[in-house]
């Protein structure tokens, strides 16, 4: 992996390919590994994939964190590697900071995208499950609190199916600094409403949903079907399809990438 410096602290990342530049964010406790499957789908691109503040080989700082702190990270490693627009796709706790992105720079963007994610902000209910989850982490551990999350988020055939897909889940969850974890849900639980940010862009937009995720139903993926919106469900996935279905998601993602940059 590579490093920069953004913001007084480190963040790592993977850079492959040539091509027009595409990021990927993944989502909470995960980290660039979460993409391997799905970047030789990707060919013709230029791919960055960074470990996010407080997740994978990045530093975890401590104390809360903002969904705002983490897309603005984002900009200083778009600066630091000298690209001026990318398009910008991002898994859950990615798709956040995605949408946190675009609604403050979005001249930075030719498109964006949605996997497993949404603009609604936490409800009620997920708060105070964020205020569980930081507990549990300060209690018990990280690797207690990874082995409770991790089987949740995928299609409840996948332990039977691909059981390797769930320890690898795990093992990178593993790895997640509490501090960083504690700070990313922090982050999530204090993000704010954005759905406005995608019914209102005339950018391209990809929206990805799991039709077996139990996490992120369709609905709350699905908030805009304006025409420059696309839709794709995932058949047979959870809320991690780059492992449950990456040929599927690859395949979903290079054709939006090339209606976005046509040759």
């Excluded at 530049?21 to 995960?30: E, M, Q, S, T, W």
């Excluded at 504690?182 to 995608?198: C, K, N, P």
Aim: with cysteine; net charge negative; proline share 5%.
């Amino acid at each position: 992996m590579e490093k920069v410096q953004c913001n007084g602290h480190t963040i790592c990342y993977v850079d492959q390919g040539q091509g027009e530049p595409v990021i990927l964010l993944h989502g909470y406790c995960g980290s660039s590994s979460y993409w391997e499957q799905v970047l030789h789908h990707l060919n013709g691109y230029r791919v960055i994939v960074p470990d996010l503040r407080g997740h994978g080989r990045s530093d975890a700082p401590m104390g809360p964190y903002t969904i705002e702190q983490m897309a603005d990270d984002v900009m200083m490693l778009m600066d630091e590697l000298k690209i001026e627009k990318a398009t910008m796709l991002g898994h859950s706790l990615g798709g956040y900071i995605t949408l946190s992105f675009v609604q403050r720079y979005s001249s930075r963007v030719n498109a964006f995208g949605l996997i497993h994610s949404t603009g609604y902000p936490d409800s009620d209910e997920a708060k105070e499950k964020r205020v569980k989850a930081v507990s549990v982490i300060q209690g018990e551990g990280i690797t207690s609190f990874v082995d409770g999350l991790i089987p949740g988020l995928f299609a409840p055939e996948t332990e039977k199916l691909k059981p390797e897909c769930i320890q690898k889940a795990k093992e990178i969850g593993y790895s997640t600094p509490p501090q960083g974890a504690i700070g990313a849900a922090l982050a999530m639980r204090e993000r704010i409403d954005r759905r406005d940010v995608i019914s209102s862009t005339t950018l391209p937009v990809l929206l990805v949903a799991g039709e077996k995720d139990g996490l992120m139903p369709q609905e709350r993926v699905f908030t805009t079907d304006h025409s420059n919106v696309t839709q794709v469900v995932i058949n047979g996935a959870g809320h991690m399809s780059m492992m449950e279905r990456p040929e599927e998601l690859g395949e979903a993602i290079h054709s939006f990438l090339n209606k976005v940059y046509p040759a």
